[in-house]
Structures are given as C-alpha cells and as structure tokens.
C-alpha cells in the first residue's frame, strides 16, 4: 500500500526538528498530542467506571436481601444517580472520546486532531467535572439524589449539591461539545488525499455522526440545567406548576437530549464493532454503504422518538401514537446493522481472539437488549414496563454488554499498536468469559424482577421479589471483580510484553490506515499525508 | 416405582403450592396477566411481541452460531469476497417492516382502548405526596390517606433487626386501601402536592404519573374481587420504596356498606373539624389558583 511507502519516507527525513513529549507531570499537563489526550482520556475512562462500579456494587449490596442493611434511603438514591452520572458522563462517553482522539487521526492519515489546544482543554475541563460531581457528595444535605433525569420538582429539593452538579454537567458538556466539534473538523480538513468519506472505516464515519449529534444536543441539556439552576435560586418557575410553569416541559426537554444522547453511547460502539468482525472475519464489511446510511438513520430518528421515555405522562392518544411507531422505526436501521455484521462473518475465516470475542458477545447481547426495546416501543405494554427493573434491564444489556464491551473490544483491538506490546491472551480470555457469564448473571435476572412488578430506584422489596435480586447481586459482585483483572493486563501490557508486529493481526492488514504504522505507533505519525488509493 | 410415584406427587405438590400462593412463587418470570380487560389485552400484546422476538431471535442467532461453528480458520475455512448483495439487503430490511407493522396494529388498538375514559361509573381522585397516597371519592365527599402499613414501617428502618419474611406483604401494605367495588369501569384521575409520583397497580395493567398541577387520567374494571398491590413507580425521594398501593376489590354491596360506614364515620366526627378540612382545602386551590393569575 502507498501509505506505507509514505510513512517510510517520512520517517527517513524530518527528523530533526522532531520533539518529544515534555518530561514528567508537564507532559500531560501541556499536552496537545492526540495520543497522549487519547490516552488521558482512557485511563480517566476507566477510574471513573471503577467510582461508577463502585456505587452500583453499593447498591447490589443493599438490595443483595430485603430489608435495610447497609445504607440510609436517601444516600440509596444518591448512589443510583451518581452511578448513572459517572458512568454516562464519565466513562462510557469519554472512553469512546479517547478511543477518537487515538484512532481517527491514525485512521484518516491526519497528523493530529485539528485542533489540538482545545483538545487538551476539553479533557481537563472533563477531570473538573468530575472532581466537582464528586465534591458534590459531601455536601449537606448529601449528594445529587434525584436520578440521572433530574425530573423537577424533586431535584429542587437536593441541598447545596445542587448548584455544584450543575456546574459539573455544564463542565461536562462544554467539554464534550469541543471534543465533537474537535471531530468534525479534524475529519472534514485533515482526511489523507484520496481518503474520500465513503472510504473512511466505520469507526471514524460513526464518531462524524456521533459528534454532530453531540453539538446538536448538548446544548439543549445545558439550557434545562439551567432553567433548574433559575427555578431553583432566581425564583422562575420554568418547571413550577404554582408559578404557570410545567414540570413535564423539563421531561421534553430532558429527553430530547437524553435520546440522542443513548446513541452518542452506542454509534462508537457500532463503529468498534464494524472494525473488528471484519478484520477477525478476514473480509470486508458487509455493506459497508448500507452501514453508513444505518448509522445516519439511526441519528435523525433519534431526535423524533424522545417522549418513549415518557408514555406514562399523560400524553395525547395521538402523541403516543407518534412516539410509539417513530420508536418502533428504529429497529430498521437496527436490524440492518445487525444483519450485516452476521453477513460479514458469513463465509468468512474466523479467529477468536480477545477483541473478536468481546465483539461477538456485543452482537449476541446488544441484540438481547435491542429485542426488549422493541418490547418497550409498544405503548401500551410500556404501561406495565415503564420505570420497573425491565427498563433497567434493557438499558444496562444495551450499555455494559453493548456499548463497554464494545469500548472493551476496542481497547484489545488496539492496545498492542499503543505499547507495542502483547497483551496476555490468556488473562484477556478469562476477563471474557469471567465478564460475559457475571453481566447476564446480573442483568438477565432483572427482566424477571421488572416483569413482576419491581419498580426501579427502590432500595428495599417485597420479599416476592428476594431470589432475583439475590442472583443479580452476586453477578453484580463478579462482574466487578473481573474488571480488576482487565486493569492488571492493561498495566502489565503497559509495561512490556511480546514485541506486538506493525499488523498486530493477521487479518488487519486492509483494515485501515492505522496498520501501516509502526507498533508502537510514534510519537507523530503522517507528519507526510499518506496516499490512499 | 413407587419411589417414582412418591416423588412425582412431591414435586406435583410443590408445583401446585407454587401455583396457588402468589407471594411464593419468588422465582417469578413472566408479566401478571391481571384482572381487567386492559391487563388482558397487554398481557397478549406482551406474548405476542415476546413470542416474535424469540423467533427473529432464533433465526438470528442461528446463523450467527452456525457462521462462527462453520466459518473458522482453524477448520480451514477461507475467507470469501464478496461484500454486499443488494437482494438480501432489500430482503432484510423489508421484512422487519413487515413485521412492525404488524406489531402496531394491534398495539394501536389497545392503545386507544386504554385512552378511553368514557362512560366510567365511579371517579376516584389519587394524590400523591412524599410519601403516601391521598383517594377522594369525588362524587361521595370521602376522603382519606393512605400509608405504609405499620408492620412494614417498622421493619424497614435501617438495622430494625426484624425478619421482612416474618412481615405480612412487607412494603406492600396499607392503612386504608382504596376500595372498588368489583365490575365496575373505576376512572381515576391521578396528580400530586408535591413531587412526581406514579401509581401503579400491575394487576390492572395501568400506571400513570401523578404530577403537580397536571391530572392524569387512567381507568380499569376490576373482574375479580381480591386485594391488589402496588408502588409508587417515579422516583419521588427519600421513602419512595415505602408507599405503596393496596386496592380492595369488593362486591358492590360490601362496597355500599362500606361507603356508608365511612360517610358516617365523617359525620360522626366533629362537623367543625370536617369544615377546617374542607376551608384548608380551599385555600390551596385559591393560592394556586392566585399563582396562576400573577
């Protein structure tokens, strides 16, 4: 391949005015460097999702038995919601962000993302976010306990948390509308010549239409915030009844974001996957056109489909009429994307290694929760569904199985062309298995529980309700404890390890620009535009 | 033999015990089908669309688990070359189609059937506040609350050292329920003083959100006399896993008795008192009515 030849040429010249990384702390500090932000952006990723692991094993713990036993209620709701906050915000979103500020360049043959100070600012403000979030449990009156939703009037009622997760979430968003306006710009100007966009790998081409999502949606989440912010310490009544305003007007709003904002957690993940079957499949992606046009289908449906979240608000018959079939829509795109990826592996030469394995349990588990999706697009069923653990159920099969495995797959795919090194197989294995096996222990059983009548966000149940929970509780506890295990493979794999080759695997050698660099992948890379062909 | 005949009358007795004493079948799996003809209608719907997604489930994972048995390299399997085929393409998105539509004809149906409040034959006004439930017969003038049962309250307060299984229906037991009179389209009009709440009673396949300043509207006609349980389903704060819902379907001459009981029950009682009542509920309606003006 050209590109090659290009690197090779590059790599002979230019050299002297090279410069490295700064040294020590200063470096990551400072840094305007794709992979190191990419790399920040990661491992932040994944502190976050052992926090975020962290309350929700506090809440398995209390719901392991009936009756109250470790926490008080109101710390209970806290838990739920800086759970979902955390690990929305801070690790399944930013972990898909490092995985664009390490791969997009790579795979577009741009030096950098286009915009490099802004991408460093972006990560900092996200650390600030968080930081504050996590401030935010301290605080009299305790932390955030309204859920994730932040439905008014309940979250007027939160102490001096309030103002402070505010700010977060606008630190968080600000953050995330420059990383995706840091995307499109680095993937509208700095595609390698010849890199027309219906050549670009799936990865890159779902973070484009993710990122517009971003810039779409963001904005309108930190306009509700806000008028929570006002109705809170300024006495409007955006959301007060009392005072002529509509507290159901905050749900519109909140979930005109918060659609858009489930499939700025999922596009990524199709993208991961539509890189991995094929190179693990030894062939191209199937339909790779019919791909591009899925994921922009999905992305307009979901600024049509909002208020499926709210079928029990009282809506006009015609209204859930709407939201019922726009909903129902979906599993179109859906179904195509998950057919294609079936096509690819069909007649194909498989290989199972780690990242092909996670990505295979994506298929078979994002499925699972695609199905009840489905289930809960139909209105009047969602009537008995709505707000049990069926909705939990649905929403984590579509998240930890789909969106992190995916994220998960991701990291295995690549982390032998980061460190060129090898990773221990054999360790990623058993995290596989030990994690694929633990997250249907703990989440499967939470259908059963929903379809019974268990509502969701309630610390202590009816003893009908004793086995499942049980069960769920101990999956819940394996799940987390495989995870340590991927932190010692990424650290040890870090460390050193097998020399990883430029290809890494053998079935990537036509799957993307990335590969034709070296393993590990140099500090700057395409400092000469490759050629594609 | 009789070995075998002994156990198969254990098991076909445990099986029967699981059967007839709901609170016991823990290890529940499936939706309630409920005692309205709403229940009915979802719990069909619910089957159909589960029974559909099991067969597109199969049929998927089918040729996904004979593509990765098949198609392996270790099994010298080569790779072919082909990357897209427009028929299948066309195929495969045709017929989800097909199927959606199918789902929502019916599920249009019921949709309507569930949005139709007319000719109702009892209205019942449900507010929620944290934490517990407040039912006015609207058309009668009883009304009264509605909370966690004492037994439950007791047991639930952190470390209270008391077994729940010990407890009757912990968490889901009342002071008052509400109580209908069975056969009867009951209209309940739902909203709330304070926070969102939703009231839900999975036997009558309905839950609605009770919202401040919005009334929300939802019926059911209770087929089977029997006392019904729910919760609160909207997260509405610190006790909202503690105020649950305990309906009492009654026959209609109970459901008289009752009601006579309670209205004089109310007379019975100190007429000054019922007036305060009445003047402190009036005065609610005004400030709102006030905040709206402004």
Known sequence: MSASQTHGHAAAHDHHDDHGPAKGILRWLTTTNHKDIGTMYLVFSLVMFFIGGAMALVIRAELFMPGMQLVDPGFFNTMTTVHALIMVFGAVMPATVGLANWMIPLQIGAPDMALPRMNNLSFWLLVAAFSLLILSLFMPGGGPAAGWTLYPPLVLQTGDAFPLAIFAIHLAGASSIMGAINIIVTIMNLRAPGMSLMKMPLFTWTWLITAYLLIAVMPVFAGAVTMLLTDHFFHTTFFAAAGGGDPVLYQHIFWFFGHPEVYIMILPAFGLVSEIIPTFSRKKLFGYDAMVYATASIAFLSFIVWAHHMFTVGMPLAGEMFFMLSTMLIAVPTGVKVFNWTATMWRGSLTFEPP?????????????????????????????????????????????????????????????????????????????????????????????????????????????????????????????????????????????????????????????????????????????????? | MKMKRALGAISATALAALWSVPAAAAWTLNLRQGVTELSHDIYNLHML????????????????????????????????????????????????????????????????????????????????????????????????FSTLAQASNEARQLDSGVDVYRVENYLLDVDNPLVVPVNTKVRVLVTAADVLHAWWVPDFGMKKDAIPGYINELWFKAEKVGTYRGQCAELCGRDHGFMPVVVRVVEQAEYDSWLAGQKAARQAAAAPAAQTAAATTNNETTTVLVANAE
């Open chain 2, 49 to 144: 669309i589960f029974w559909i997604c099991v067969a597109i489930a199969v049929t998927v994972f089918s040729v996904m688990i004979y593509s990765i048995a098949t198609f392996r390299k270790s099994k010298g399997a080569v790779s072919a070359s082909f990357s897209h085929n427009t028929t299948a393409e066309v195929v495969w998105t045709l017929i989800p189609v097909m199927i959606l539509v199918a789902m929502a004809i019916p599920a249009a149906r019921t949709l309507v059937k569930i949005e139709d409040t007319s000719g109702s034959e009892l209205t019942i006004k449900v507010t929620g506040y944290q934490w517990k439930w407040q039912y006015d017969y609207v058309d009668e003038g009883v009304s009264y």
């Open chain 1, 356 to 533: 092909m394995l996670f990505a295979l349990a994506f298929l078979f588990l994002f499925t699972i929760g695609g199905f009840s999706g489905l289930m809960m697009a139909i209105a009047p069923v969602d009537f008995q569904y709505h707000d049990t653990y069926f909705i939990v159920a649905h929403f984590h099969y579509v998240l930890v199985p789909g969106a992190v495995f995916a994220i998960m797959a991701g990291v295995y795919y690549w982390m032998p062309k980061w460190t060129g090194h090898m990773y221990d197989v054999k360790l990623a294995n058993i995290h596989f298995w030990l994690s694929a096996i633990s997250v249907n222990v703990l989440f499967f059983p939470q259908h059963f529980l929903g379809l019974a009548g268990m509502p969701r966000r309630i610390p202590d149940y009816s003893t009908q309700f004793a086995d499942w929970n049980m069960v769920s509780s101990v999956g819940a506890f394996g799940f987390g404890l495989s995870q340590l295990l991927f932190v010692y493979i990424i650290i040890k794999c870090a460390r050193g390890g097998a020399r990883a080759s430029d290809n890494v695997w053998e079935g990537a050698y036509n799957h993307g620009l990335e590969w034709t660099v070296p393993s590990p992948a140099p500090y700057h890379t395409f400092e000469d535009a490759p050629v594609v062909k």
